[in-house]
């Protein structure tokens, strides 16, 4: 398999990279890990004129504390912010996603950038960024512009960035000490594609109760779905077993997925009530070893 011809460039600076898009447009794509660009193109079920490289680029391969969390430049390794001292310090449950992101050999090349832009709806990253609320940095020649992950995700494998735009870096808050966080999937094999994927941050009060929470599934719908509603319904309140098995039910009723060649649209909400069960007694049984 052959690629059809294309141009190729690997600029080293930002605002290099930002004049070929304002240059070419729809018919420049960007090369960051590779992982789907490259079958794609081989297959011929893409072509460009421009394929812009970014791999030399090192304004977008930083780790970075902010005032309130962290930022991952869009050229960051997976395998390199799971191992961050900042990740482990600032933001654990990035890390935890990105271990169920693929085999060492696809997280050493995959991107944080790419995957976040490639938007796969069975991707982890994706979940977390709508679970923490974070912030995607996007830019063009003409400036930029930061763009909540609740409004990034548009569709499979569709956001807002436009053809002239370029995802820089994409910030997270920090999490809070003491807090739980897990990411929990089910698929057909361990490092495999998803099923269905959840995101969980729960941090309980002195008390014991719950005092904030942050869920979001992926693999559900075509982009993440942050579950506002369970949060609320269980703020306040202490995680016993019969609780979380009552609140748990509600994650199936508030997703809409769909029968496809693989799973029906029933197993997935059953999956989905399963993992949140999972997290909330994962939860619960940290908060009372830690009491």
């Known amino acids: 398999m052959k690629p059809p011809p294309f141009e190729y460039r690997a600029p080293e600076h930002l605002d290099e990279v930002l004049a070929l898009l304002s240059e070419y447009g729809p018919d420049a794509r960007l090369l960051a890990g590779g992982q789907s660009l490259i079958p794609l193109l081989n297959l011929r079920m893409a072509q ?114 436009e053809p002239e735009e370029l995802l820089i870096s994409v910030k997270f808050p920090s999490i809070p000490k003491g807090a739980y966080t897990a990411f929990h999937e089910t698929g057909v094999r361990r490092e495999g594609v998803a099923i269905v994927g959840l995101a969980a941050m729960i941090e309980f009060d002195e008390a014991g109760s719950v005092r904030d929470s942050r869920l979001a599934l992926t693999g559900v719908e075509p982009t993440p779905v942050r579950l506002h509603g369970l949060e609320e319904a269980i703020r306040g309140e202490r995680l016993s077993p019969g609780f979380v098995a009552e609140v748990s039910e509600q994650a199936s009723g508030v997703i809409e997925p769909h029968d496809d060649g693989f799973f029906s649209a029933d197993y997935r909400r059953r999956v989905a009530a399963s993992l949140v069960k999972r997290a909330l007694h994962g939860a619960n049984a940290k908060e009372g070893a830690e009491a």
């Not at 271990?99 to 994706?126: C, F, K, Q, Y």
Request: aromatic fraction near 4%.
């Open 48 to 161: 460009y004129d421009l394929i812009i490289d970014l791999n030399r680029c090192v304004e977008l391969k930083q780790i970075t504390s902010t005032d309130d969390g962290l930022s991952f430049g869009a050229m960051v390794r997976q395998s390199d912010a799971i191992v961050s001292p900042l990740t482990t310090e600032l933001c654990p449950l990035v890390a935890k996603a990105l271990e169920r992101a693929g085999p060492i050999a696809v997280r050493n090349r995959a991107t944080v950038g790419g995957t976040l832009a490639h938007a796969d709806r069975s991707a982890e990253l994706p979940g977390v960024a709508m679970a923490l609320e974070a912030t995607l940095v996007i830019s063009a020649s003409s400036g930029s512009r930061e763009i909540p992950a609740s409004e990034f995700f548009v569709g499979d494998m569709t956001t807002v960035i």
